[in-house]
């Protein structure tokens, strides 16, 4: 299977400066996009999204499903950003702490030595992680809750949708736009099975 990211899709602030660990990288960043889209959207659905993409033209669910799309469903709003640039903040994070990347004028580099000097890079990599979790989906309100049953669970997608209380607009997250993409046409993104993610801190908490 084709990658959706390459190592060209990190640019700007998140660039990874190229240099002679490209392959090391270029592995990562495969091992990184299937654990993330398994866990967005379980091994059955990944697996046909992923088919799909390879075997070019793919139907347009699977592109707005990649690259982002705006749905209208009951007067309510999702503009989803895709899938590929949820993931772009997610490997660089796995990369980073990975392959003891630091900060520089010229991008994300590799220390080379083990007792180097390592400009201190935690806060930068879990900005990067919460930006991918930010479309990904996550709620506080869940994570501190005692009550995990299924009820709570099924609810999970309401404390993101408080904006549609004011100017009917949901957060665009991965989770809002599947949910309510299956709910306009059913099954649309037939099999979908969700793993809960919650932001990070410098500290890995």
Same mark, same amino acid.
């Given at each position: 299977?084709?990658?959706?990211?390459?190592?060209?899709? =990190?640019?700007?602030?998140?660039?990874?400066? *190229?240099?002679?660990?490209?392959?090391?990288?270029?592995? =990562?960043?495969?091992?990184?996009?299937?654990?993330?889209?398994?866990?967005?959207?379980?091994? *059955?659905?990944?697996?046909? =999204?992923?088919?799909?993409?390879?075997?070019?033209?793919?139907? *347009?669910?699977?592109?707005?499903?990649?690259?982002?799309?705006?749905?209208?469903?009951?007067?309510?709003?999702?503009?989803?950003?895709?899938?590929?640039?949820?993931?772009?903040? =997610?490997?660089?994070?796995?990369?980073?702490?990975?392959?003891?990347?630091?900060?520089?004028?010229?991008?994300?580099?590799?220390?080379?030595?083990?007792?180097?000097?390592?400009?201190?890079?935690?806060?930068?990599?879990?900005?990067?992680?919460?930006?991918?979790?930010?479309?990904?989906?996550?709620?506080?309100?869940?994570?501190?809750?005692?009550?995990?049953?299924?009820?709570?669970?099924?609810?999970?997608?309401?404390?993101?949708? *408080?904006?549609?209380?004011?100017?009917?607009?949901?957060?665009?997250?991965?989770?809002?736009?599947?949910?309510?993409?299956?709910?306009?046409?059913?099954?649309?993104?037939?099999?979908?099975?969700?793993?809960?993610?919650?932001?990070?801190?410098?500290?890995?908490?």
């Amino acid at each position: 299977m084709s990658n959706i990211l390459s190592i060209t899709d =990190f640019d700007g602030y998140r660039a990874l400066a *190229q240099n002679d660990k490209i392959e090391l990288i270029e592995t =990562f960043l495969s091992q990184s996009e299937k654990k993330y889209l398994t866990d967005l959207l379980g091994a *059955q659905l990944y697996t046909e =999204f992923k088919a799909a993409l390879d075997a070019g033209s793919p139907a *347009q669910k699977w592109v707005d499903l990649r690259d982002g799309a705006t749905i209208v469903h009951d007067d309510n709003t999702i503009i989803f950003a895709g899938v590929k640039e949820m993931l772009i903040g =997610f490997t660089y994070y796995d990369i980073s702490r990975r392959l003891n990347i630091f900060l520089s004028s010229v991008g994300a580099l590799v220390e080379e030595t083990a007792n180097g000097s390592k400009a201190s890079n935690a806060i930068f990599e879990a900005e990067k992680y919460n930006e991918g979790i930010e479309i990904y989906g996550y709620d506080w309100a869940l994570y501190f809750c005692e009550d995990q049953s299924e009820n709570k669970l099924n609810n999970y997608h309401i404390y993101f949708s *408080q904006k549609s209380l004011v100017n009917s607009k949901i957060n665009g997250t991965a989770y809002n736009f599947i949910k309510y993409s299956n709910e306009a046409i059913a099954e649309t993104y037939e099999n979908w099975i969700f793993t809960y993610k919650f932001p990070t801190n410098f500290l890995g908490l």
